[in-house]
């Protein structure tokens, strides 16, 4: 995308996802056989050759971006709703482009508080030159871009970071493994070109956010073609990766979209013992680019499980609600959903949500295309197709 204004800033909503819809949107899904996963070889449910063929499948792009979710897809319940931010605490920008920078970003996610930009009446890019991390004294932080702001990584580095254990964020419980606090929200905006490749603290992910600890929550956010390490059997999430979330409660998304990210695991989302509740949300086109599985077969690096979601652990559930999984891809299971509960005691439930063509091209669960599912039972699906 070309430059405009004194910041190198550039429209961003418009132009993003034209560049996305520029893509071919008719199809043609093939799926070859490949080895299976060692630790799941024995497992009776893996289906090997469900994905082997697919029939072309039309992809309206522009409902998938514009509109994300299902269009009979349920109201939000109150826990998904915005953050009021009429009366915020730092305001980056003083009307102009120009004035929205990277270093206001860092300064003001450091600061903490409601967090909301004056950049102008028209959308911008603000091109990240530093990672913004939370400071782990604010009790809550939330990024607000009013539907106008990209955060631009510039595929050179990670865009947002929290973690309550890294003590250069300043320690602030003896539990930080399970605090509350910080409590961030990412509403009305943007993530691109994030890129944690080679970042190896909490075995790395995130190439848009990494969050460990306290809570998260993502309201009408994009995230689009950000990227974390190519290979390995346990990092993940190319936009998103969240650890240790207070109590074991959920991540929360919404309303938002997931499209090109890619990862050697759960190419837009990933995440080890934490819950999800994902409502009317579109992920399409992510990718799973590693191969081997995990444990890894042996002569492989490992990865290439969870195209769009993955999800490992012990007890946690993902609810995916009123949302729309396309034209996603795992190089070994699980296209569409990647959910391992180690001790057999977390699920999945799918209810009016729609996941068509997602393939996995190693191993999935017999009778749900694109998804590889361990845990208490099969997925719970409800008034939601999957093929």
Not at 118 to 130: E, L, R, Y
Not at 254 to 278: D, E, H, L, P, Y
Not at 301 to 311: K, T
Not at 357 to 377: K, M, V
Request: proline content about 5%.
């Amino acid at each position: 995308m070309g430059g405009s204004g004194a910041c190198g800033c550039t429209g961003i909503m418009v132009d993003m996802n034209a560049s996305i819809r520029s893509m071919v949107v008719v199809v043609t899904v093939a799926a070859a056989s490949a080895g299976a996963m060692v630790s799941a070889a024995a497992v009776p449910d893996i289906d090997r050759g469900a994905t082997a063929t697919a029939p072309a499948v039309r992809v309206d792009l522009d409902a998938l971006l514009d509109s994300p979710g299902t269009p009979d897809a349920p109201p939000l319940p109150a826990e998904a709703q915005p953050v009021d931010t009429s009366q915020p605490d730092v305001v980056i920008g003083t009307g102009t482009p120009a004035s929205c920078t990277s270093a206001r970003v860092v300064d003001a996610v450091a600061r903490g508080g409601v967090i909301t930009f004056d950049c102008g009446s028209a959308s911008v890019t603000i091109p990240m030159t530093a990672t913004a991390k939370v400071v782990n004294t604010s009790q809550a932080v939330v990024i607000d871009g009013g539907g106008l702001v990209t955060l631009d990584g510039l595929d050179q580095r990670r865009i947002l970071y929290m973690n309550t254990c890294d003590r250069a964020q300043i320690w602030t419980t003896s539990h930080c493994q399970n605090q509350d606090h910080p409590q961030l929200t990412l509403q009305s905006i943007a993530f691109t070109r994030g890129n944690a490749s080679g970042e190896t603290d909490e075995g790395g992910g995130g190439g848009g956010v990494f969050v460990r600890g306290g809570r998260v929550k993502v309201i009408d956010a994009r995230f689009i073609n950000n990227r974390c390490d190519a290979t390995g059997p346990d990092v993940g999430g190319g936009a998103l990766r969240v650890l240790s979330q207070f109590e074991g409660r959920p991540v929360i998304v919404a309303r938002s979209v997931f499209s090109a990210n890619r990862c050697s695991n759960g190419g837009a989302t990933s995440s080890i013992g934490v819950s999800w509740r994902i409502y009317n949300s579109t992920f399409v086109d992510n990718q799973a680019v590693g191969r081997g599985a995990n444990p890894q077969r042996p002569g492989t690096p490992g990865g290439g499980n969870g195209g769009a979601i993955y999800l490992d652990g012990n007890e946690m559930t993902l609810e995916l609600v009123g949302s729309v999984v396309q034209r996603n891809t795992a190089n070994e299971g699980g296209g569409a959903i990647f959910f391992v509960s180690n001790n057999r005691t977390g699920r999945a439930f799918i209810r009016s949500s729609r996941l068509v063509s997602n393939p996995s091209l190693g191993f999935e669960t017999s009778g749900f295309p694109g998804i590889f599912h361990l845990g208490s039972g099969p997925p719970v699906v409800t008034d939601s197709t999957i093929e």
